[in-house]
């Protein structure tokens, strides 16, 4: 049975629910600012266990935004920006939806002022 890649619906989905807890959004920003780094060196800069931050890690890892890879007793964690681009690509595409509607809103409300003409004071 060959595995088949996750929708982008669902990996959106994942990825807002990973992204909705700020101490995981934090690990994010310190993992991209470092490259990689160990639960035990993200927790040295955090106000969390590093019980804790494991935890964070394993949600942003099922979200397919890190990733682990051991290296002899520890295991370093880097970004995986697939999963971000994915998302990215979601929110600019529902970002231009909504510039179309609101260029369709302006447009009719321009053709409606001109057709009115000018406000006369009574």
Known sequence: MTEERPRAAEVVDSVLGALADPTRRRLLDLLAAHGEAT???LAGQLPVSRQAVVKHLAVLDAAGLV????????VRYAVRPSALDTTARWMASL?????????TIKRVAEAAERDTGPARPD
């Open 39 to 41: 639960a035990t060196t």
């Open 67 to 74: 990733s682990g890879d051991r290296v002899g007793r520890e």
């Open 95 to 103: 970002a231009a939806d909504w510039d179309r509607r609101l260029a």
